[in-house]
């Protein structure tokens, strides 16, 4: 997976934002002012993802690539993208789940705007 196809799979998450807040070297994706990915902006291609603990224990005992983030290392994984071990559709999955644990940790309001429903109405159908 390259930077670009990285950057498409987050921005593509509803109400994802890109921001810069440690400097230009790292992007920032977050929903409702909650990060879900932080990737590298330039040079070798890495990302730090929300995980689920016991998910997160696993693929660090699958993968070489894939370590704990030393900052939150219960729920937080570092991936080595370039080193290409992990298939993209794998990567893709990855941040999708890191989005959805994100958006179910916010308050419900904004849960269920995010998740296409207000009030028991799906704001997502056309009927």
């Known amino acids: 997976m390259n930077r670009d196809r ?32 932080i990737a590298t902006a330039h040079g070798d291609l890495t990302m730090n993802v929300k995980c689920d603990p016991e998910v997160a224990e696993t693929l660090r005992g699958t993968y070489d690539s894939v370590r704990a983030m030393s900052v939150w290392p219960k729920h937080w994984n570092w991936v080595d993208i370039r080193a290409g071990e ?14 959805d644990l994100v958006v179910d940790k ?22």
Request: include cysteine; glycine fraction near 8%.
């Open 106 to 127: 916010l308050p419900k309001v904004h849960k269920l705007r995010l998740q296409g429903e207000v009030g028991g109405i799906d704001l997502g159908s056309t009927a």
């Open 6 to 37: 990285l950057y498409e799979i987050c921005l593509a998450q509803p109400e994802a934002v890109e921001e810069h807040p440690f400097g230009p070297d790292l992007t920032v994706f977050k929903v409702a002012q909650k990060v879900f990915v």
């Open 86 to 99: 992990v298939a993209d559709t794998e990567l893709e999955h990855w941040v999708e789940d890191s989005y």
